[in-house]
């Protein structure tokens, strides 16, 4: 394939610049402990907080699904794609979140780009997001047509400035995003200080709760419940991808933002909705989310035990405030090592390098699950230990 030839050095540049990506394949269940590339490995690396991927009960909702309503639609949400399933799941999701209403997309991301996309139709609007906001979160405002005002990360005085500005102030609709907790530092959104600022200047606030939904707050409801600001959010993103552990994402927020989006979103218009099993899992999973509190008490005693850990060996965690743990290494290179050292040892952790990260702050990434016994965590950590010191990071 002549014309397609230049790909080849595309990959060929993205190798020598360390960009270079290959899947690691998994031969288990994905778990606490799993195999992948052959091996036998502590799996510190997924979004699976509460260990759902493979619960019982959850599982088996899977399969009642597909008794019922089979495998799939075969249609978008507006044709012939909505089960009775979807709207109880919907319903349930509001719930979850406290609001009237939540339309359920097929990501994460694509709930993102949908609601940015729609709502901010014009030039003359603005869309205010933080500088390490989620990519889809960056890709919603480029498919929206707002002006982007960029505010330097949880930084209230750069917010306040740019919402005193002559051109927000102006603008015909405001928007604010930002994640609910930061997905490569695990802190959180300082959100009662951006609802306090954004009340006061007209602002829509929009938090994007991936990693908070079935993690923090009462319950797991996230960031919102988590800061007592219910009522004071206009729009809340959740996904289905992480605690969840399936697919999807949902958009909660007022009757008519779910009216007006499931009539003009472009995703939830133009690709087919989830399968019944996904939808079955995801009301499963609420319900063991309910049920079963001791899996939130575990995940957050697992992972205060291992940020513990990894602090007592001296290495540098950063100031994450939730099950995500960045252990700084601040040198790709060294990051890959650290990781293939590890993985060595039967510990799977990986690198996370620029430009996901600035450079001088590449690490790894670990997240514990509730899935994790403490002998996993011990020896995990004690692998981080030899390795870290044979690395001169601690
Ligand atoms: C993971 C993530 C998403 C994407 O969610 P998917 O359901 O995997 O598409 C969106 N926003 C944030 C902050 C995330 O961490």
Same mark, same amino acid.
């Given at each position: 394939?002549?014309?397609?030839?230049?790909?080849?050095?595309?990959?060929?540049?993205?190798?020598?610049?360390?960009?270079?990506?290959?899947?690691?394949?998994?031969?288990?269940?994905?778990?606490?402990?799993?195999?992948?590339?052959?091996?036998?490995?502590?799996?510190?690396?997924?979004?699976?907080?509460?260990?759902?991927?493979?619960?019982?009960?959850?599982?088996?909702?899977?399969?009642?699904?597909?008794?019922? %309503?089979?495998?799939?639609? *075969?249609?978008?949400?507006?044709?012939?794609?909505?089960?009775?399933?979807?709207?109880?799941?919907?319903?349930?999701?509001?719930?979850?979140?406290?609001?009237?209403?939540?339309?359920?997309?097929?990501?994460?991301?694509?709930?993102?780009?949908?609601?940015?996309?729609?709502?901010?139709?014009?030039?003359? @609007?603005?869309?205010?997001? @933080?500088?390490?906001?989620?990519?889809?979160?960056?890709?919603?405002?480029?498919?929206?047509?707002?002006?982007?005002?960029?505010?330097?990360?949880?930084?209230?005085?750069?917010?306040?400035?740019?919402?005193?500005?002559?051109?927000?102030?102006?603008?015909?609709?405001?928007?604010?995003?930002?994640?609910?907790?930061?997905?490569?530092?695990?802190?959180?959104?300082?959100?009662?200080?951006?609802?306090?600022?954004?009340?006061?200047?007209?602002?829509?606030?929009?938090?994007?709760?991936?990693?908070?939904?079935?993690?923090?707050?009462?319950?797991?409801?996230?960031?919102?419940?988590?800061?007592?600001?219910?009522?004071?959010?206009?729009?809340?993103?959740?996904?289905?991808?992480?605690?969840?552990?399936?697919?999807?994402? %949902?958009?909660?927020?007022?009757?008519?933002?779910?009216? %007006?989006?499931?009539?003009?979103?472009?995703?939830?218009?133009?690709?087919?909705?989830?399968?019944?099993?996904?939808?079955?899992?995801?009301?499963?999973?609420?319900?063991?989310? %309910?049920?079963?509190?001791?899996?939130?008490?575990?995940?957050?005693?697992?992972?205060?035990?291992?940020?513990?850990?990894?602090?007592?060996?001296?290495?540098?965690?950063?100031?994450?405030?939730?099950?995500?743990?960045?252990?700084?290494?601040?040198?790709?290179?060294?990051?890959?090592?650290?990781?293939?050292?590890?993985?060595?040892?039967?510990?799977?952790?990986?690198?996370?390098?620029?430009?996901?990260?600035?450079?001088?702050?590449?690490?790894?990434?670990?997240?514990?699950?509730?899935?994790?016994?403490?002998?996993?965590?011990?020896?995990? *950590?004690?692998?981080?230990?030899?390795?870290?010191?044979?690395?001169?990071?601690?």
């Amino acid at each position: 394939m002549e014309r397609l030839k230049f790909l080849e050095q595309e990959v060929a540049t993205l190798k020598a610049e360390n960009r270079f990506i290959e899947p690691h394949v998994l031969q288990s269940a994905q778990d606490a402990v799993c195999v992948i590339d052959g091996k036998e490995v502590i799996n510190l690396t997924s979004n699976n907080y509460l260990c759902l991927t493979t619960h019982p009960k959850v599982k088996a909702a899977a399969i009642n699904a597909t008794e019922k %309503y089979g495998i799939g639609t *075969a249609a978008v949400r507006t044709i012939i794609g909505t089960t009775a399933m979807h709207g109880e799941l919907e319903q349930k999701l509001a719930e979850f979140k406290g609001t009237e209403a939540a339309l359920v997309i097929q990501s994460g991301f694509t709930s993102n780009t949908a609601t940015c996309q729609s709502l901010m139709t014009s030039p003359e @609007d603005a869309l205010i997001s @933080d500088e390490l906001n989620h990519a889809s979160i960056i890709d919603g405002g480029r498919l929206s047509k707002a002006k982007k005002k960029i505010y330097r990360h949880s930084d209230m005085a750069h917010l306040k400035e740019i919402l005193e500005s002559e051109e927000v102030k102006k603008a015909r609709r405001k928007l604010l995003v930002t994640d609910g907790v930061f997905s490569m530092d695990g802190d959180i959104a300082p959100l009662p200080e951006i609802v306090d600022l954004c009340e006061k200047h007209g602002v829509i606030v929009m938090v994007d709760d991936a990693h908070a939904s079935g993690v923090i707050g009462p319950e797991g409801r996230g960031t919102v419940a988590h800061f007592g600001l219910k009522g004071r959010v206009d729009i809340q993103i959740g996904t289905l991808s992480k605690a969840f552990a399936t697919i999807g994402g %949902y958009v909660a927020g007022t009757k008519a933002l779910k009216e %007006y989006m499931q009539s003009v979103a472009r995703p939830f218009l133009f690709s087919s909705s989830h399968p019944p099993s996904v939808v079955g899992t995801c009301l499963a999973g609420l319900d063991v989310l %309910y049920n079963e509190p001791q899996l939130l008490k575990k995940l957050w005693d697992n992972s205060k035990f291992f940020k513990e850990e990894l602090k007592k060996a001296g290495f540098d965690i950063g100031n994450s405030q939730t099950p995500i743990t960045p252990v700084m290494v601040g040198d790709t290179i060294k990051a890959k090592k650290f990781s293939k050292m590890l993985f060595e040892e039967g510990v799977f952790a990986l690198e996370i390098a620029f430009p996901t990260v600035p450079m001088g702050k590449e690490r790894l990434r670990t997240i514990v699950t509730a899935g994790h016994e403490i002998k996993d965590l011990e020896k995990a *950590a004690a692998a981080f230990k030899k390795c870290g010191k044979a690395l001169g990071i601690i």
